[in-house]
């Protein structure tokens, strides 16, 4: 129940979804061409987290959760919480991604 061993395991699984460069930019060719792809957008956005680009991927899952809320049984809103529990839920980027987050929710 260590919260630095919790926050580790959590980096492992997340990691575990890093493509190699090629499938990487497919996945942004696949966004730009129907942003309205989640399952494309949700992919991209779990490569971005594995190669460390935490921004870029809540900008992803935020955008997803915007548009459905719902979308594959909230698993875009799953991810970013498992990636608020990796960068550490004290962080500063958590508690301005989070004010973003319950906007779209509750806003």
């Known amino acids: 129940s260590d919260p630095a061993i919790e926050r580790a395991s959590s980096a492992l699984a997340l990691a575990k979804d890093k ?23 949700f992919d991209l956005a779990s490569a971005m987290i594995a190669s460390g680009d935490h921004d870029g991927a809540a900008e992803h899952l935020l955008s997803i959760i915007e548009a459905d809320k719902e979308w594959n049984d909230g698993a875009a809103r799953a991810k970013l919480l498992s990636l608020f529990e990796v960068v550490g839920l004290e962080d500063e980027w958590v508690s301005a991604t989070r004010r973003k987050l319950s906007a779209i929710l509750f806003g």
């Open 19 to 41: 493509p190699d460069d090629s499938e990487a930019e497919a996945l942004r060719a696949a966004v730009a061409a129907n942003p309205k792809d989640h399952q494309a957008r």
